[in-house]
């Protein structure tokens, strides 16, 4: 993605594209990694001395709301963030802890509705130990 496509993507959504949200952004779109809000300020704060964790933070819930990234919340105490597009489940390794994106077709995914109830979110993962731990 492009800058000019970042800020295109920020201001189709509503976002004022400051320099700052801008960063954050392409960041995600960048690191497919589900990073946490440490991981974004151990990269940035480098490079943006003027940068916040308080300012990711809050960057982060406006981009959540406008749904252009969603929030992965595997375990209880560590929040990551995902810029992926289509819906996916995914994996969590229990031993060293990567989180993999599965696109596998789940019928699941596509429900808006299921017994009546309407569904708007999706969180759904699975968790075992991931091809590169198997391997050792
Ligand atoms: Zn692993
Ligand atoms: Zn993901």
Redesign the pocket.
Known sequence: MKQADIMKTLEDNGIQASYQRMKIFEYLVKNRTHPTVEDIYRYLSSRIPTLSKTTIYNTLKVFVDKKIISQVTVEEKEVRYDFSEGAHLHFK??????LYDIFHKCSLLDEKEIDGHSVDEHHLYLKG??K??RKN
Not at 93 to 98: A, I, S
């Open positions: 390794c229990k031993k060293c802890g990567e130990l991931c590169n731990c």
